[in-house]
């Protein structure tokens, strides 16, 4: 049965970033819908009931976080729009800013609509200048329509979206980042609690919501709760947009229900391996973050509950495919490489802990490994791992855990044979 | 007592002990209350919290995670766990963090013998590093400010510095630059940090990455002997430490005082003990039986005499003027930077029992009144003075004095701590003038060399004695070090001086003085030495 694309089904039109084009393919319906025959509670509970877990890594339900917001509306809310897409392996977001803004702009004006909120923000990473400019066209489009701005389609209600460009640093994508880099300042993540919904930008309650996850709002409002939940697999519920690259023979951005199998997206959307003598050596299913798949535990569905029972996490949806040409040390080390330099430094074993790895890791891929290294790299990352003030913590430990655990050998055979077993 | 039951209390176990503390303490304050201490670098009980060292990361019952004792507030039913294996095993780590960029030259560290770093790594480190790699290197000697030196490689980018100077200077110089293991503290380009309050960034600090500029290489901190003390560079009466090496100040740092100073000092209080070392001291009495008339004449110069000779020949000259002229045509010049005992005894033996008319306090005053702890007086006890029937400093007074003496109706003058004629207030010719001039002073001035008697003095930190802050507390500067030369304590040397006019008391101590005040001036009822304590007391009716 072939798949109906929901969230890419503008993205091969002509025009596609054109609110005429958008229009003519049914787009505003949802908002329209929802303005016109629902209640904003209503809308959340809509969210909540549609299943729908949030698409930017940590698959947190959007209608339970959006129910965080405290009671009352004395101070302002703010809803902020995460599109600092930075994960390595991750280019699903650009997509949809890039070739279909005003389904991520539907969405952000239903959700915004949903909370309460009348100021919302879009964050939009620093090297997304086509989508900057491509993204503030489509605000421009639909205020003109009068989808933003005052008594939007005559509901009475006001929403103003403020564009900014990020300044490209991998962690204002973390959220609280994101606020203080919003607010003008350096971006450090902040210490949690408390959260975002109660104190946020500007020391309001806010929400931040990642640009898929806004994407299928838009499919809600549409179409509603119970057909959102029909898609997918229970728990994990609605379309996904995965990100295939490495060594794919077609890399790219496919769009399946959640709990796909990761073979059937490697094997029949990106068709196959790269290389026909080259097999599957690992797989990384949810951005660099995440922890590698060896080969033969890559038979697993791709939502967020079976990867994390493979000891994974769906995160990001980056699939990073390896073939058997690959060398593990020096896979980690290029990922290690990025993560020393996006450390923001602000916290101890986020800071020292990620030059740490990279050092132990440049000199085992250069021959010059010792017999504890390994051991070393997993004791480092276990000091790193839950003690840090934001995920980043996690984010290169993990990594570090996973290749050193599942490719031991490898990493052995660095040391014993003073080189690269893999170099030629 | 602590209430569990209050609705603003809460009651929490830390390792098994229980505790009750406010609602919105946090777990390490509520551990400290019993005495548990949890490690920090970055927390400072007088700034934000920042949560970044994690070096204060303990078990929290049903966390999954570690979590922060400085930014977990304590809730009802907590239990909290600082020493477990799991603990003290992220502790290691921390620790080992920390070090493997740090240059580790305790040898050559003025921070050796009161660092964190070196603290923490014996009570909670490994004692070894599995670092084998190059370190990360940064500029080792960047005057940061004028009298601040910053090391990058020492840093551990607590930014305790940072938060001071936005939150409690207001001055915003710092902040942390670049990012991961190259992160660094610096100053913004054009502005150094050479806001009067730098040196706290200094004492804050808790490794030894800021290093007090003029204490830099000067004494090894486990040779200092700390005197809790007042500082003497304003009406502010900041709570001070006085650190003494080999019979000389080094350093004076701020100690806590909640009502005074909280845990700060500005700049210039923390350099009043260089004049002792950089001025010219008058260490020795001097008396000039002729001194040269302002029209000329036979000029002997001052000469040595010991403190009787000296103290003679002032009360002879004082008497002669007396009993000719009568007490009207005597009058002193007396210093507000004097403690309340040396006012006293100014008051007592020179109006009293001399029976000068008139006692003059001038004012010394400098920039404006600032909203942290810096006063435009540049006395620490104008408010002693006036609580003491002196009056408020006076810019005028002086002046009159000249006029008086000019015009013949004053004849003899006694000067305890101050130099009209160096600071313009008085001139050359008006001092020339007079039959008796006896000054009793820290320093060589242009005064002096018009004196006919003069007696060495005690200065900052020689000395014990009380100062009244311009709020009104009074608090005890203590002796750290040995007087200079044959100086005394100023109320001494006028007890010596009425004893020749027949002064009876004894006044065996400055206690002794400072209990006459007690019993006399009721804003002091009921204080002493004992009750004033390390924190001094607020007087009544200030």
């Given at each position: 049965?072939a798949y109906?694309?929901?969230?890419?089904?503008?993205?091969?039109?002509?025009?596609?970033?054109s609110?005429?084009?958008?229009?003519?393919?049914?787009?505003?319906?949802g908002?329209?819908?929802a303005?016109?025959?629902?209640?904003?509670?209503a809308?959340?509970?809509e969210?909540?009931?549609?299943?729908?877990?949030?698409?930017?890594?940590?698959g947190?339900?959007?209608?339970?976080?959006?129910?965080?917001?405290?009671?009352g509306?004395?101070?302002?809310?703010y809803l902020?729009v995460?599109?600092?897409?930075?994960?390595p392996?991750?280019?699903k977001?650009?997509v949809?800013?890039?070739?279909?803004?005003h389904?991520?702009?539907?969405?952000?004006?239903i959700?915004?609509?949903?909370i309460?909120?009348h100021t919302?923000?879009?964050?939009i990473?620093?090297?997304?200048?086509?989508g900057?400019r491509?993204f503030?066209q489509?605000i421009?489009?639909a205020?003109?329509r009068?989808f933003l701005?005052?008594?939007?389609?005559?509901?009475?209600?006001?929403?103003?979206?403020?564009?900014?460009?990020?300044?490209?640093?991998y962690?204002?994508?973390?959220?609280?980042a994101?606020?203080?880099?919003?607010?003008?300042k350096?971006?450090l993540?902040?210490?949690?609690?408390p959260?975002?919904?109660?104190?946020?930008l500007?020391?309001c309650?806010?929400?931040?919501?990642?640009?898929e996850?806004?994407?299928?709002?838009t499919?809600?409002a549409?179409?509603?709760?119970?057909?959102?939940?029909?898609?997918?697999r229970?728990?994990?519920?609605?379309?996904?947009?995965?990100?295939?690259s490495?060594?794919?023979?077609r890399?790219?951005?496919?769009?399946?229900?959640?709990?796909?199998?990761l073979?059937t997206?490697?094997?029949?959307?990106?068709?196959g391996?790269?290389?026909?003598?080259?097999?599957?050596?690992?797989?990384?299913?949810?951005g660099?973050s995440?922890?590698?798949l060896p080969?033969?535990r890559?038979?697993?569905?791709?939502?967020?509950?079976s990867?994390?029972?493979?000891?994974?996490?769906?995160?990001s949806?980056?699939?990073?495919?390896?073939?058997s040409s690959?060398?593990?040390?020096?896979?980690?080390?290029?990922l290690?490489?990025?993560?020393?330099h996006?450390?923001?430094?602000?916290?101890?074993p986020?800071?020292?802990?990620?030059?740490?790895?990279?050092?132990?890791l440049r000199?085992?891929?250069?021959?010059?490994?010792?017999?504890?290294?390994?051991?070393?790299?997993?004791?480092?990352?276990r000091?790193?791992?839950?003690?840090t003030?934001?995920?980043?913590?996690?984010?290169?430990?993990?990594?570090?855990?996973?290749?050193v655990?599942?490719?031991?050998?490898?990493?052995?055979?660095h040391?014993?044979?003073?080189?690269?077993?893999l170099?030629? | 007592?602590p209430?569990p039951?209050?609705p603003?209390?809460?009651a929490l176990?830390?390792?098994?002990?229980?505790?009750?503390v406010?609602?919105g303490t946090?777990?390490?304050?509520?551990?400290?209350?019993l005495?548990?201490?949890?490690?920090?670098?970055?927390?400072?009980p007088?700034?934000?919290?920042a949560?970044?060292?994690?070096?204060?990361l303990?078990e929290?019952?049903?966390a999954?995670?570690?979590?922060?004792?400085?930014a977990?507030p304590?809730?009802q039913?907590?239990?909290v766990?600082?020493?477990?294996?799991?603990v003290q095993?992220?502790?290691e780590?921390?620790?080992?963090?920390?070090?493997i960029?740090?240059?580790l030259?305790?040898?050559?560290?003025?921070q050796?013998?009161?660092?964190?770093?070196?603290?923490?790594?014996?009570?909670?480190?490994?004692?070894?590093?599995?670092f084998?790699?190059?370190?990360?290197?940064?500029?080792k000697r960047?005057?940061?400010?004028a009298?601040v030196m910053?090391?990058?490689?020492?840093?551990?980018?607590c930014t305790r510095?940072v938060?001071?100077c936005d939150?409690?200077?207001?001055t915003?110089e710092?902040?942390?630059?670049?990012?991961?293991?190259?992160?660094?503290?610096?100053?913004?380009?054009?502005?150094?940090?050479?806001?009067?309050?730098?040196?706290?960034?200094?004492?804050?600090?808790?490794v030894?990455?800021?290093t007090?500029t003029?204490?830099?290489?000067?004494?090894?901190?486990?040779?200092?002997?700390?005197t809790?003390?007042?500082?003497a560079?304003?009406?502010?009466?900041c709570?001070?430490n006085?650190?003494?090496?080999?019979?000389?100040?080094?350093?004076?740092?701020?100690r806590?005082?909640g009502?005074?100073?909280s845990?700060?000092?500005?700049?210039?209080?923390?350099?009043i003990?260089?004049?002792?070392?950089?001025?010219?001291?008058?260490?020795?009495?001097l008396?000039?039986q002729?001194?040269?008339?302002?029209?000329?004449?036979?000029?002997?110069?001052?000469?040595?005499?010991?403190?009787g000779?000296?103290?003679?020949?002032?009360?002879?000259?004082?008497r002669?003027?007396?009993?000719?002229?009568?007490?009207?045509?005597?009058?002193?010049?007396?210093?507000a930077?004097?403690?309340?005992?040396?006012?006293?005894?100014?008051k007592k033996v020179?109006?009293?029992?001399l029976?000068?008319a008139?006692l003059?306090?001038?004012?010394?005053e400098q920039?404006?009144?600032?909203?942290l702890l810096i006063?435009?007086d540049?006395?620490p006890n104008?408010?002693?003075?006036?609580?003491l029937?002196?009056?408020?400093?006076?810019?005028?007074?002086?002046?009159?004095?000249?006029g008086?003496?000019?015009?013949?109706?004053?004849?003899g003058?006694v000067v305890v701590?101050e130099?009209?004629?160096g600071?313009g207030?008085?001139?050359e010719?008006?001092?020339?003038?007079?039959?008796?001039?006896v000054?009793?002073?820290?320093?060589r001035?242009?005064?002096?060399?018009?004196?006919?008697?003069a007696?060495?003095?005690?200065?900052y930190?020689?000395?014990e004695?009380?100062f009244?802050?311009?709020?009104g507390?009074?608090?005890?500067?203590r002796?750290?070090?040995?007087?200079?030369?044959?100086?005394?304590?100023?109320w001494?040397i006028?007890?010596e001086?009425?004893?020749?006019?027949?002064?009876?008391?004894?006044?065996?101590?400055?206690?002794?003085?400072?209990?006459e005040?007690?019993s006399?001036?009721p804003a002091?009822?009921?204080l002493?030495?004992?009750?004033?304590?390390?924190?001094?007391?607020?007087?009544?009716?200030?």
């Open positions: 049965m109906e694309p929901l969230l890419l089904r503008n993205v091969h039109r002509e025009g596609s970033r609110i005429d084009v958008y229009m003519a393919n049914g787009g505003y319906q908002l329209r819908r303005l016109k025959e629902m209640a904003p509670e809308m959340v509970e969210v909540k009931s549609s299943g729908l877990r949030g698409r930017g890594g940590a947190f339900s959007t209608g339970m976080k959006w129910s965080f917001l405290p009671p509306l004395e101070k302002p809310r902020c995460n599109a600092d897409e930075s994960e392996g991750t280019f977001d650009r949809l800013i890039e070739q279909d803004p389904l991520v702009l539907e969405g952000t004006i959700s915004a609509w949903a309460q909120c919302a923000f879009f964050y990473r620093g090297e997304f200048q086509a900057f491509i503030g489509a421009e489009e205020r003109a009068g701005g005052k008594n939007i389609l005559g509901s009475g209600f006001d929403l103003d979206i403020i564009l900014y460009r990020g300044a490209g640093a962690i204002c994508g973390e959220e609280t994101l606020l203080e880099s919003l607010e003008g350096r971006g993540p902040r210490i949690k609690p959260f975002p919904a109660i104190v946020g500007y020391g309650p806010t929400i931040i919501n990642n640009v996850t806004l994407a299928n709002v499919l809600i549409e179409r509603g709760a119970a057909w959102f939940a029909s898609i997918g229970p728990k994990n519920t609605g379309p996904k947009l995965f990100c295939l490495g060594h794919v023979k890399p790219g951005v496919y769009e399946a229900p959640l709990g796909t199998p073979l997206l490697l094997n029949e959307h990106a068709g391996m790269l290389h026909r003598d080259r097999p599957l050596k690992a797989c990384v299913p949810g660099s995440m922890k590698v080969a033969d890559c038979d697993v569905l791709m939502d967020f509950d990867l994390a029972a493979a000891g994974t996490m769906l995160g949806a980056g699939g990073m495919v390896m073939d690959t060398c593990m040390v020096a896979a980690l080390l290029n290690a490489e990025f993560y020393e996006e450390s923001c430094g602000q916290c101890t986020c800071r020292e802990g990620t030059g740490w790895f990279t050092r132990i000199r085992l891929e250069g021959g010059q490994g010792r017999p504890e290294d390994p051991d070393l790299l997993l004791d480092v990352a000091k790193v791992e839950g003690n003030i934001c995920p980043f913590g996690e984010a290169v430990a993990w990594p570090v855990q996973s290749y655990t599942e490719f031991r050998s490898e990493f052995d055979a040391v014993m044979r003073k080189a690269c077993p170099a030629g | 007592m209430d039951n209050s603003d209390e809460v176990l830390i390792d098994g002990r229980p505790v009750v406010r609602k946090m777990v390490l304050q509520a551990a400290e209350k005495g548990i201490v949890v490690p920090h670098y970055c927390y400072h007088g700034l934000s919290i949560g970044n060292c994690r070096m204060c303990v929290i019952e049903k999954p995670k570690l979590q922060i004792g400085c977990t304590a809730t039913g907590m239990v766990k600082t020493t477990t294996p799991r095993s992220t502790r780590g921390i620790m080992e963090f920390l070090l960029n740090h240059p030259d305790c040898p050559i560290c003025d050796a013998g009161e660092c964190r770093l070196q603290e923490y790594s014996a009570s909670y480190g490994t004692g070894q590093s599995r084998v790699e190059e370190k990360i290197h940064h500029e960047d005057p940061i400010g009298r910053f090391d990058g490689e020492r840093c551990i980018k510095c938060r001071f939150e409690v200077s207001k915003h710092l902040d942390l630059f670049e990012r991961g293991g190259h992160a660094i503290i610096g100053a913004f380009p054009g502005r150094p940090l050479d806001n009067p309050y730098s040196g706290n960034t200094v004492d804050i600090c808790p030894g990455a800021l007090w003029p204490f830099r290489f000067r004494a090894r901190v486990w040779f200092l002997k700390d809790p003390s007042v500082c560079g304003c009406a502010r009466g709570n001070v006085v650190a003494v090496y080999d019979g000389r100040i080094h350093r004076i740092t701020p806590f005082n009502e005074v100073n845990h700060w000092m500005c700049d210039f209080g923390r350099q003990h260089e004049p002792l070392y950089a001025r010219a001291r008058l260490d020795r009495p008396v000039n002729a001194p040269a008339s302002s029209t000329g004449g036979g000029a002997e110069g001052p000469a040595r005499a010991t403190v000779e000296a103290l003679d020949l002032a009360a002879g000259r004082l002669a003027v007396t009993s000719r002229f009568g007490p009207d045509s005597l009058a002193a010049i007396v210093s930077r004097l403690t309340l005992e040396d006012l006293h005894l100014a020179l109006a009293g029992v029976g000068a008139r003059v306090v001038p004012a010394h920039g404006q009144d600032d909203a006063r435009k540049k006395t104008a408010k002693g003075a006036m609580l029937g002196l009056g408020a400093p006076d810019p005028q007074g002086v002046a009159g004095l000249s008086d003496i000019l015009a013949g109706r004053l004849r003058l701590g130099d009209p004629l600071d207030l008085m001139s010719e008006a001092l020339r003038a007079l039959e008796a001039l000054v009793i002073d820290s320093w001035s242009p005064t002096l060399e018009a004196a006919h008697a007696l060495p003095a005690c200065g930190g020689e000395y004695g009380v009244v802050s311009f709020a507390r009074a608090q005890r500067a002796q750290a070090v040995r007087p200079r030369g044959l100086a005394d304590p100023p001494l006028l007890r001086l009425g004893r020749r006019f027949g002064l009876s008391e004894a006044y065996p101590s400055a206690s002794a003085v400072f209990d005040v007690v006399q001036v002091f009822a009921g002493s030495y004992r009750a004033l304590g390390e924190t001094g007391r607020p007087t009544t009716g200030a």
